[in-house]
């Protein structure tokens, strides 16, 4: 298994408790908080209904209308229930969520 697979596994095992029935992961990536000394982690995963932040068998479940906007530098700040830093490692995940609400969005507008 490669780092991507071992990666969205981890992914959905932290969600896997949190989930809705039918609810369907669409991405999801780690954040951090803190500052450059000491960092606190959290996974955010993006479903099809709702934006988790999970850690620790924690999770805050939050609107799933949040566009991350267009990644930039090596860390790219996001806001949810808080705010958050994003690594560019995973700027794919950003990129893909913010497709997957435009066509969301775009099926619910016909």
């Not at 934006?51 to 530098?73: S, T, W």
Request: proline share 5%; hydrophobic share 40%; no cysteine.
């Amino acid at each position: 298994m490669g780092y991507q697979e071992r990666r969205a596994k981890a992914i959905a095992e932290q969600a896997a408790p949190h989930l809705e029935p039918g609810e369907q992961i669409q991405t999801g990536f780690l954040a951090v908080t803190g500052g450059a000394i000491f960092n606190v982690g959290w996974w955010v995963v993006v479903t099809d209904r709702a934006i988790l932040v999970v850690r620790r068998g924690q999770a805050v479940r939050g609107p799933r209308d949040v566009l991350f906007g267009e990644p930039k530098g090596v860390y790219h700040s996001i806001t949810l229930d808080q705010q958050y830093r994003v690594h560019r490692q995973y700027y794919p995940e950003l990129l893909a969520a913010d497709e997957a609400l435009r066509q969301m969005r775009s099926a619910d507008d016909r």
